[in-house]
């Protein structure tokens, strides 16, 4: 296995577009730092971000994981490219000749979609330990290493996304198209939902059928944070409106998550083999 990653990042590293949008999206992750130094003083207007509790353990884990993964789409042109370079380099035809199975080709591929999925967790959990350690008003160990169950939400989340992203490569084969289906998939799921709602059966009931659409459950891994904030509770009580929301992780929400995961995979393992290089 060691071998089809080095293969692999080899590959990436000795392509220039790759390689920039790799350092792009790990400066981006560390960038959620330059947060803390947003301030506003204007004549009695005073305010700064970092005191409004964002980085407050253990909130920060939620909302970190949630920021960062918005990042993903950098990593996700680098998968998609990664498989439309195999075609148009015939790469994948040379490995193939050189005697790398069509099942070793996938699970590079997939190994990859792994490493960069934990290196980005790993990533994560560093800049926001950091944050938390600075700006936090709570430092007790119980407290720091409460709700961290969005730190394996984050990296399924962007093993789910990316195994698409690997499955969309092989099937479109050039990676504009293959981004562009990946948008249309994203709209398309919203329509289904809208026309069961509207037509098939109740709003509650097309909501439930919605969660299990691949990108939906993707996004349910980690709900938003934005109305967990304190200043956020306190509007919503002076204008009468209920703020409380479950941001809990659930197993079942790994469950469906996993079982995209391991289909895209699967697909895209019986497309190469099917399919005449």
């Known amino acids: 296995m060691v071998r089809l990653l080095q293969i692999e990042f080899i590959k990436l590293w000795n392509n220039r577009a790759s390689k920039i949008l790799i350092t792009s999206y790990f400066v981006l992750l560390t960038s959620i730092a330059l947060i803390a130094a947003i301030k506003f003083d204007i004549g009695p207007v005073k305010f700064h971000l970092a005191d409004q509790g964002i980085f407050n353990f253990p909130y920060i884990w939620h909302f970190n994981t949630f920021v960062t993964a918005i990042f993903k789409l950098f990593l996700a042109i680098v998968i998609v490219s990664m498989m439309a370079n195999e075609y148009s380099n015939k790469t994948i035809k040379q490995n193939l000749i050189d005697g790398l199975s069509k099942k070793e080709f996938i699970l590079s591929k997939f190994l990859t979609v792994i490493s960069f ?13 950091i944050l938390g350690l600075v700006y936090s008003d709570y430092n007790e160990v119980s407290i720091i290493f409460s709700n961290m169950e969005f730190l394996p939400a984050f990296f399924l989340k962007l093993v789910g996304f990316f195994s698409f992203c690997l499955f969309l490569g092989i099937f479109v084969k050039r990676s504009a198209f ?5 948008i249309l998939w994203a709209v398309l799921e919203q329509i289904v939902f809208g026309l069961l709602g509207w037509k098939v059966m109740s709003w509650d009931n097309a909501k439930l059928v919605k969660d299990f ?10 709900k938003e944070p934005f109305t967990r904030l304190s200043a956020v509770q306190n509007i919503g009580n002076q204008i009468g409106e209920n703020m409380k929301f479950d941001y809990h992780v659930y197993w079942y929400e790994f469950l469906i998550v996993l079982f995209w995961t391991a289909l895209f995979v699967y697909l895209s393992y019986a497309l190469l083999k099917k399919r005449d290089l």
Do not use: K, Q, R, Y
């Open 178 to 182: 293959a981004l562009g289906f990946l």
């Open 117 to 129: 999925s934990l290196i980005s967790t790993i990533f994560v959990f560093v800049v926001s330990m």
């Open 213 to 222: 659409f691949p990108l939906e459950s993707m996004t349910n891994l980690i």
